[in-house]
């Protein structure tokens, strides 16, 4: 079975500061991993995606995270936070099979003071 | 814009009553997933629909169920609703099932009193 852990249901940090949400999975096959943004009162936005290939993966709105099989985990960063960027994330699994459910973690809420 | 509009955006319904939720993809989109989210939870998953028939289904017991037209449009249904059938209701459509890629909905807003 697939699961994510997704470590700090909330983080707060100042605007331009470093961003980093952390999430942590498993899975018994290659997993297909990625991070959705979820804003107030709106559905879910795929932020970036992990599949096969490059293990650093670039976003939209400046965001990046690293698959680290070895560590089972894949980070999401931002170097400068925004105001803009305060809202609930979500790292989610899936198996590589066309069709499968995407697993969620928690979230956890960002939270960008100025 | 993810083209997902789902409908009505708020619902309040009584315990015992069903309820449909409505999901319109855009055109080409011909698998929809549909997410259950409790305050404060990550989304779960209720079942998915490829090309009108049911491709999966999580662990939720038959009373939720769905149907998927040929116009990329969806419904879940539930029935004999509970309390903790509350929560927000999110569809998802994929275009191109190998990219792995899911848009989603707005979601409605279900209450159960």
């Known amino acids: 079975a697939q699961s994510v852990t997704q470590l700090g249901s909330h983080v707060s940090v100042s605007e331009g500061a470093l961003v980093l949400l952390r999430c942590n999975y498993s899975?018994?096959?290659?997993?297909?991993l990625f991070w959705y943004v979820q804003y107030p009162n709106q559905g879910l936005q795929l932020l970036l995606k992990y599949t096969t290939g490059a293990t650093l993966v670039k976003g939209i709105n400046g965001f990046e995270a690293e698959f680290k099989k070895s560590e089972t985990s894949f980070h999401l960063t931002k170097p400068s936070a925004h105001m803009s960027d305060a809202a609930e994330y979500f790292c989610?699994?899936?198996?590589?099979?066309?069709?499968?459910?995407?697993?969620f973690g928690k979230g956890t809420t960002l939270s960008v003071s100025s | 814009e993810t083209g997902v509009t789902q409908s009505p955006t708020h619902l309040i319904k009584t315990r015992g009553q069903q309820v449909t939720l409505r999901c319109s993809s855009q055109s080409g989109h011909n698998t929809v997933s549909w997410y259950q989210q409790a305050l404060g939870q990550g989304p779960q998953f209720i079942f998915q629909y490829y090309r009108e028939e049911e491709n999966g289904r999580g662990n939720f017991p038959p009373r939720f169920s769905g149907l998927q037209f040929p116009n990329y449009s969806s419904e879940l249904n539930v029935n004999a609703l509970e309390l903790d059938d509350s929560a927000l209701y999110l569809c998802?459509?994929?275009?191109?099932?190998?990219?792995?890629?899911?848009?989603f909905g707005p979601g409605t807003r279900l209450t159960v009193t």
């Open positions: 998802a459509s994929t275009l191109d099932r190998a990219t792995y890629e899911q848009y």
């Open positions: 899975s018994s096959v290659p997993p297909y």
């Open positions: 989610a699994v899936t198996k590589g099979q066309a069709g499968t459910a995407l697993i």
